[in-house]
């Protein structure tokens, strides 16, 4: 990444995992190996988990985010937490569009859109995921997806609103699959992303937003991943659950 321009963000997706002691537990351990971090570090944790997530973490640089929100302020979405409930408890990130909501849950680049203009309209910092299938990947139409991907998701976003918002390009068909795109595939797929964002926005915008790479990045490949021109960190699965392989990550974008 070139850190004249952007800083980078490696963010944790703990999915479902972690009880309430045990994300403490995890918090404590990982705090003291990420304090000196020239990057910024979050935990984006399951929702039992926030509040005492946040607590753990107070008064240190590890910011905490949630997982999903839904697009509308209240109502009846049995099971659903809105922006409104995130901000109101102090959550400072949402991870949005992961392929897993699209896979299992129905998302839609559409409700994507809809759950990104919610977050950014309470304040929140919106960790945007984006990706293609192993077959769109083989079929050769990874940049038309992504393209697709990012263009209805930033439907009404403003320029200045992109300050507040990271993009994460996951293949799908390397999270958790212990599969990875190689430094090359995933620094010219971020850069099909900044160059989408260029045409939207113009180049200074492209030239300042994070795009992080997500799909088994892990304390062995990550110095590789971050040192590519379009990488500015990561959004972390299986590698955030183990605290020194998660902090070698961060120590790895801090170079």
């Known amino acids: 990444m070139d850190k004249k321009l ?38 984006c944790v399951p929702y039992v988990d926030l509040f005492v997530a946040m607590e753990a ?6 910011k905490i985010g949630a997982e999903n929100c839904h697009w509308a302020e209240k109502g009846a979405f049995t099971g ?4 409104a409930m995130l901000k109101a408890i102090g959550v400072e990130y949402v991870i949005i569009g992961h392929s897993e909501r699209r896979q299992y849950f129905g998302e839609t ?65 390397a999270i958790g699959t212990g599969l990875t795109a190689t430094a090359e595939q995933a620094d010219e797929t971020n850069g ?5 964002i260029c045409e939207l926005y113009g ?32 959004l972390i699965g299986g590698a955030s659950l183990k605290a020194p392989d998660f902090a070698a990550i961060v120590k790895a974008a801090s170079k």
């Open 6 to 43: 952007r800083r980078a963000v490696i963010a944790g997706n703990w999915k479902m995992n972690k009880t309430p002691d045990e994300a403490v537990a995890l918090i404590n351990e990982i705090k003291p190996l990420i304090a000196d971090a020239d990057c910024d570090v979050v935990a």
């Open 57 to 62: 973490a107070r008064g240190s640089n590890l």
């Open 80 to 83: 659903e937490i809105s922006a």
């Open 109 to 173: 680049d559409e409700t994507v859109n809809q759950r990104v203009r919610a977050a950014l309209d309470n304040g929140l910092k919106v960790i945007l995921c984006v990706g293609e299938l192993k077959d769109e990947r083989l079929g050769g139409i990874t940049e038309e997806i992504v393209r697709k991907q990012t263009k209805v998701a930033l439907a009404n976003v403003t320029e200045a609103e992109l300050a507040n918002i990271i993009i994460a390009y996951e293949p799908v068909w």
């Open 192 to 196: 099909q992303i900044r160059k989408v």
């Open 203 to 234: 180049k200074d915008a492209a030239d300042k937003i994070v795009i992080q790479y997500g799909g088994s990045m892990n304390a062995g490949n990550a110095d590789e991943l971050v040192a590519r021109y379009n990488v500015d960190g990561g």
